[in-house]
């Protein structure tokens, strides 16, 4: 199965800033998806990131707070913008390497807002 | 809310025992996948079974599918410490990419 490096591992930050999130995968794949998972709560969908264009996301998520990457089938960043402590969460990229495939998932990003 | 719902929230067993977890749906699926998920790290995939399955084994895993009444169930036998760990299933379909699971938090106790 593909081998998933996330980065950061974790992170505190301001309110009002960013951070970007890099989600690297060892082989290509065809699908990557970003999730959010607030606290003691299960994954959320937030969008799929799209090789080449704009990502497809879920309802309740915007591309202003949650701008994605993806500019080849390896790689793939999410940005939280604007942060406030409402985004506190693990943030979670994950990928698909054909369709009815199971996912395989990096280790999480935990962002924690100040 | 389209999300699945597991039972039991949390489940606590001693050693050697046996852990069932179930997992409910809404939607029609393509397959239904369980996950393990360690202190809040990332998610292990642990065995997938597609919509015309019923029984699917995977050494001291074992889960089933009932798409009539649309739930699932993983069956851990002989559990270990180790076992301890966030049980998640998730459901493919045609309309939702992912839906995940509430979640049942399994403690296997030494």
């Known amino acids: 199965s593909a081998v998933i490096s996330q980065k950061p591992s974790r992170d505190i930050c301001q309110r009002g800033t960013s951070l970007t999130i890099q989600c690297q995968v060892d082989s290509q794949v065809t699908m990557m998806f970003w999730y959010r998972q607030q606290p003691g709560q299960s994954l959320t969908l937030i969008a799929t990131?799209?090789?080449?264009?704009?990502?497809?996301?879920e309802s309740g998520f915007v591309i202003d707070k949650f701008p994605i990457s993806r500019p080849n089938l390896t790689f793939s960043t999410l940005t939280v913008s604007n942060m406030s402590p409402e985004d506190s969460s693990i943030y979670l990229c994950?990928?698909?390497?054909?369709?009815?495939?199971?996912?395989?998932f990096g280790d999480g990003t935990r962002l924690s807002i100040l | 809310s389209q999300q699945g719902e597991e039972d039991p929230q949390a489940l606590s067993i001693q050693e050697g025992e046996n852990a069932t977890m179930n997992c409910s749906y809404k939607?029609?699926?393509?397959?239904l996948q369980w996950y393990r998920q360690n202190s809040g790290r990332g998610l292990v995939h642990l065995i997938l079974?597609?919509?015309?399955?019923r029984e699917k084994h995977s050494g001291r895993l074992r889960v089933t599918l009932d798409t009539s009444k649309k739930s699932s169930s993983l069956l851990i036998t002989a559990s270990r410490a180790a076992d301890t760990a966030s049980y998640f299933c998730?459901?493919?379909?045609?309309?939702?990419?992912?839906?995940f699971g509430t979640g049942t938090r399994l403690k296997v106790l030494a």
């Open positions: 994950s990928v698909e390497q054909g369709e009815g495939q199971p996912q395989h």
């Open positions: 998730a459901t493919a379909s045609r309309t939702y990419k992912y839906i």
């Open positions: 939607t029609s699926i393509n397959n």
């Open positions: 079974i597609r919509s015309n399955e």
């Open positions: 990131a799209n090789q080449g264009s704009e990502a497809t996301y």
